[in-house]
């Protein structure tokens, strides 16, 4: 299914390449080359590009493009799930997914990537599986493994690999019994001039840690079920149970694990958390302009509005900008054109403010449409859909374990026309 992998960063550099039935030259590379120059940003790049003899497949994670060669005909959406979950898996064993940490961890990758992979069709992509396969690494295993030359590939098979619940190993035992979850929703929008709003989605997963012994049988429901009509599930789920009760029953596998990603688009139940004012002009006469942006919260719940940062991609004729900020700091960077506003927390009472002049090219023509707003933010303890989570109850065990559920919203794509 999948021939090859290539790993390259931002700059365009081919880092890493993995191939499993044969090798397929770097140049297949240049297609997605030329894609992206084309794509104004990392993320418009194409998820799929024809070449004369192949499919080239990508994802866009943590800087970095996984793109997969394809040659014969697939599902897309089973090559670029399975590109993601090479992702995750990286991002669990080093605990990021950098270029830094993949260049120094590269025997390691290579035999995840053996593992995940057989003959080019996906094997064993669940997090416990590979970690009975291939030890995480430590510095003392690292040091061990330089003296005596061994390696981190474990000798037995894992004990998941032959039961009917391959997603979770036998015989795990703990002092604290924990279960721990984090529901998470990114809010993409577009909001035009008056306000109003033109697009707005959700898009949100329940992550799991899940540290519990034996075999639990856990089922998870919630105050709202209905708001959720697009649901995708981890493979421990259900389904059935889902459909009849709207209830997620299921037997977890062990540690962390993202137990389903939903997606809200009916923009009746999105709540917008902030609004802009704005007021971006360039004079016909003289080469100067305008700007004048003020943001205050809108649909919050009650609840505080963090990490706020507004960014806005200038005209090129823009040379700099003398601004006055009533709450945190403004940076302009002349070069790319960016000007970037971190105000932090928001204060209900006094709402923050960033207001001045621009200096334009001289005898350069007015720009001629205004740049939009980019809107950053994230509010702890809600989950701006509406969505709760009721309780937790779990079978099979006799001990009580500790329970929680934290919820946050964050900004997507945020945007406000100008």
């Not at 809010?187 to 898009?203: H, M, N, P, R, Y």
């Not at 429901?221 to 149970?241: A, I, Q, T, W």
């Not at 709402?351 to 621009?358: E, F």
């Not at 809107?375 to 374990?401: C, F, H, T, W």
Request: aromatic share 10%; glycine share 6%.
């Amino acid at each position: 299914m999948i021939h090859s992998l290539f790993l390259i960063n931002n700059g365009g550099d081919l880092f890493l390449e993995k191939h499993w039935k044969s090798v397929i030259s770097r140049s297949v590379c240049d297609y997605f080359f030329e894609a992206r120059e084309k794509a104004v940003e990392p993320d418009n790049v194409p998820p799929v590009i024809r070449t004369p003899h192949h499919y080239l497949i990508n994802i866009y994670r943590e800087k970095i493009f996984f793109v997969s060669v394809i040659q014969t005909e697939v599902p897309p959406l089973f090559v670029i799930e399975f590109l993601h979950r090479v992702a995750e898996t990286f991002q669990d064993y080093f605990g990021e997914c950098s270029e830094t940490t993949i260049k120094d961890n590269v025997v390691i990758v290579y035999e995840l990537l053996e593992e995940m992979l057989d003959n080019g069709f996906p094997l064993a992509t669940e997090s416990n599986i590979l970690k009975e396969l291939i030890r995480p690494p430590t510095i003392l295993r690292s040091v061990v493994n330089t003296i005596t030359g061994s390696s981190n590939v474990g000798e037995t098979l894992p004990t998941g690999q032959l039961s009917t619940i391959p997603w979770r190993r036998a015989g795990v035992k703990y002092t604290n019994n924990e279960a721990y979850f984090d529901v998470v929703e990114e809010i993409d929008a577009i909001l035009d001039k008056s306000g109003t709003t033109v697009f707005a989605e959700i898009q949100g997963v329940i992550d799991a840690c899940v540290k519990l012994s034996g075999m639990p049988d856990l089922t998870l429901s919630f105050m709202n079920p209905r708001l959720l009509d697009d649901v995708s599930f981890h493979p421990c789920v259900r389904y059935k149970r889902w459909e009849s009760e709207r209830v997620i029953s299921f037997i977890p596998p062990d540690g962390n694990f993202q137990l389903m990603s939903y997606h809200i688009s009916a923009q009746n139940l999105v709540a917008i958390p902030v609004y802009v004012k704005q007021n971006i002009s360039f004079f016909e006469t003289g080469s100067s302009g305008r700007l004048d942006i003020t943001v205050g919260p809108k649909q919050t719940m009650g609840k505080t509005v963090e990490c706020l940062l507004v960014t806005v991609h200038m005209p090129k004729v823009v040379l700099s900008a003398n601004l006055n900020a009533t709450q945190g700091t403004y940076n302009y960077d002349p070069v790319t054109k960016i000007l970037v506003w971190d105000i932090g927390k928001l204060n209900p009472q006094k709402l923050p403010n960033l207001k001045g002049s621009l200096s334009l090219q001289s005898g350069a023509p007015k720009p001629e449409e205004n740049p939009s707003l980019n809107i950053d933010l994230k509010i702890q303890q809600l989950a701006i859909s509406g969505l709760k989570v009721n309780r937790l109850d779990m079978y099979g065990e006799k001990y009580k374990p500790f329970k929680g559920v934290k919820y946050v919203t964050k900004a997507g794509k945020f945007q406000v026309r100008t």
